[in-house]
Nanobody, 127 residues
């Protein structure tokens, strides 16, 4: 079992930045691929970013490519999502997710392929 707790959400003006953190506990998270997803009001949850268990490979949704960065510190069992140049359409609840990875570089973008989820953190971007 892996427990995930997100933090770092809040209210920010358009053009600003936020850094989300996802702290993992339980089984070591270094063996897990990690992802960030988000769900805006009235919309389905969507993929935002993912990082391989080694941290050597990342992938982003087109809507955040070039603005968001994902990183991990396996020694601290923490994954980060640096969000820059935020837009009102980035407003959503952001969820951290983990999946057992069999290789060091595999990436998954479908939420059905993730086994563990955090409870989410609200990000609100005002115009």
């Amino acid at each position: 079992q892996v427990q995930l707790v997100e933090s770092g959400g809040g209210l920010v003006q358009a053009g600003g930045s936020l850094r989300l953190s996802c702290a993992a506990s339980g089984r070591t998270s270094s063996g897990y691929g990690m992802g960030w997803f988000r769900q805006a009001p009235g919309k389905e949850r969507e993929f935002v970013a993912a990082i391989s268990r080694s941290g050597g490979r990342t992938r982003f949704a087109d809507s955040v490519e070039g603005r968001f960065l994902i990183s991990r510190d396996n020694a601290k069992s923490t994954v980060f999502l640096q969000m820059n140049t935020l837009k009102p359409e980035d407003t959503a609840v952001y969820y951290c997710a983990a999946r057992k990875a069999t290789t060091t570089l595999e990436i998954r973008v479908e939420e059905t392929q993730y086994d563990y989820w955090g409870q989410g953190t609200q990000v609100t971007v005002s115009s």
